[in-house]
């Protein structure tokens, strides 16, 4: 329940307890509107026009559960309804066209009226059958007995139509002794929805029978107070009602805010605005003619393939000012980047008694990875492009649902087509990396492309603009952020958000 629909009972709780409005001594008395209606009943009895009911059991002081004012009385549901009624428990055949709707709970819409159109349909001559028994009037309330039980709706219309089986019919007096609408909120009140827990039925489709509707307890104010009453809370509601809206726009807020959170901090981590430059650090340009060094010797020990030069970085993309000991870099500089893929799965020696951890994106956890379930052989990674992946790679996510989720390998792995992985040169640290491509993710998700299972490509990655700091300052980025983003996810887990 939210604040706001707890308001809404609160105020209909008030309004039935005589505290939203003043009890007038020229209202009268509710006894005398009892009468009233007893008096007509009488006579519409008297005139064919109702059935004479079998009288209910007086209410019991035991059953009262708060005080009324003086001038009110507790009485039945049945005292005060004209009548409360349903038609025969059977579906009768329904039409294509034409005909007259057949109203089920189904077609309640959640603002609170009735979808007549939505509704099946039966014919004219089944409608004429069932309505001699109930048929609903405008200003009359439909009552689900199964189901969403009490969930109400007045008749706001006079074309004809039948309730289900599932509901009954609460038919109201006119204006001269009841408000159809105080009525309404009554059923609409944490009274009804105690009498429906008293009177359910806890059969295999729990329900309330039409006897138990008829005997519910009922606060009854004089007609003139009961007009009062549903103006006053007209009134609140339509105050709940914008309430709500900025309610919602709270709730939307705050259910953003872990994340938003974690996406200023990365971000700020990788503008150099979470830790403080130090001239000890050196400069990363320094760092990149190492990683150069690096580079050219393992090429020359054919430990990796030498790659096509990346594209200059132009002042155009850099995307904002980092540190004046930071440099820009692309992706594909600071690391060995590959694709994973996936042996023909129809070939046991590839599969068969395999001992290589074979990982798919979905065991990806945006952490350390060293739980995977799938498999290869030795076989498999000699004679298929499927490439291992050293301890501390970094693999992130191409394809699909799980695009930009990340992963840490704390075994050697290799992994299907849909991942990308990188083992970084010496002085950058796999998990600045890791940061990195975690505040990057929002960026791939909006560029991927393809329709049924977007993608972002190897190509895309390795020439996505990094801004890299000196390596002792990438430590202390990482530590900052090791301390700060769990406080993040602790917010959504206790249900801040």
């Not at 790679?393 to 649902?401: E, P, R, T």
């Not at 075994?411 to 849909?418: D, I, M």
């Amino acid at each position: 329940m939210t604040i706001c629909d707890d308001l809404r009972q609160s105020v209909l709780q008030a309004a039935i307890q005589g505290k939203l409005t003043q009890q007038l001594p020229e209202d009268g008395s509710a006894a005398d509107l009892l009468a009233s209606i007893k008096a007509e009943k009488e006579q519409l009895i008297k005139e064919k026009k109702i059935k004479k009911e079998t009288p209910l059991a007086p209410i019991s002081e035991d059953e009262i559960p708060f005080d009324i004012p003086d001038n009110w009385e507790w009485c039945r549901l049945n005292d005060i309804s004209l009548m409360i009624g349903d038609i025969d428990h059977k579906m009768p055949p329904t039409v294509t066209s034409g005909g007259v709707p057949y109203v089920s709970p189904l077609n309640f819409t959640k603002d609170g009226k009735i979808d007549y159109d939505g509704a099946k349909h039966i014919s004219i001559a089944n409608y004429e059958q069932l309505s001699k028994k109930c048929a609903p009037s405008k200003n009359d309330i439909i009552f689900p007995r199964y189901g969403t039980i009490g969930v109400v709706r007045i008749v706001e219309t006079d074309q004809p139509f039948l309730a289900s089986y599932s509901c009954c019919t609460i038919k109201n007096f006119g204006f001269n002794f009841m408000s159809y609408k105080y009525v309404y909120y009554v059923l609409n009140s944490s009274l009804i929805q105690s009498e429906i827990v008293r009177y359910t039925n806890k059969t295999t489709q729990p329900n309330v029978g039409l006897q138990s509707i008829k005997q519910f307890l009922f606060p009854l104010p004089p007609l003139a107070e009961q007009h009062r009453i549903v103006a006053r809370v007209n009134e609140l509601m339509a105050k709940i009602d914008k309430l709500e809206t900025v309610e919602k726009e709270l709730v939307a807020l705050k259910k953003a805010f872990p994340g938003d959170m974690k996406a200023s901090l990365l971000q700020s981590a990788m503008q150099g605005k979470l830790t403080q430059q130090l001239p000890e650090d050196g400069s990363a340009a320094d760092l990149l003619a190492s990683i150069g060094a690096e580079k050219e010797q393992l090429i020359k020990e054919k430990k990796i393939k030498k790659q096509k030069p990346l594209e200059p970085i132009s002042e155009d993309e850099i995307p904002f000012e980092i540190p004046d000991n930071w440099e820009w870099v692309r992706l594909g500089e600071i690391g060995t980047w590959g694709a994973g893929a996936t042996p023909q799965k129809g070939e046991p020696k590839y599969y068969k008694g395999g001992t290589i951890p074979w990982l798919i994106t979905g065991e990806l956890n945006n952490g350390y990875v060293s739980k995977i379930e799938g498999k290869i052989t030795e076989y498999a990674l000699e004679h298929t492009s499927v490439k291992l992946n050293p301890v501390g790679s970094v693999l992130i996510a191409m394809y699909g649902a799980t695009i930009g989720k990340l992963g840490i390998l704390s075994v050697a792995a290799t992994t299907n087509q849909a991942c990308c992985a990188c083992y970084p040169y010496k002085g950058v640290f796999n998990r600045f990396l890791f940061y990195f491509l975690m505040a990057n993710k929002r960026m791939y998700l909006a560029s991927a492309e393809g329709g049924a299972q977007p993608n972002i490509s190897k190509e895309k990655i390795v020439n996505t603009l990094m801004p890299l700091p000196p390596i002792a300052e990438q430590h202390r980025i990482v530590e900052k952020l090791d301390k700060l983003l769990p406080l993040c996810d602790a917010l959504s887990e206790e249900g801040v958000a």
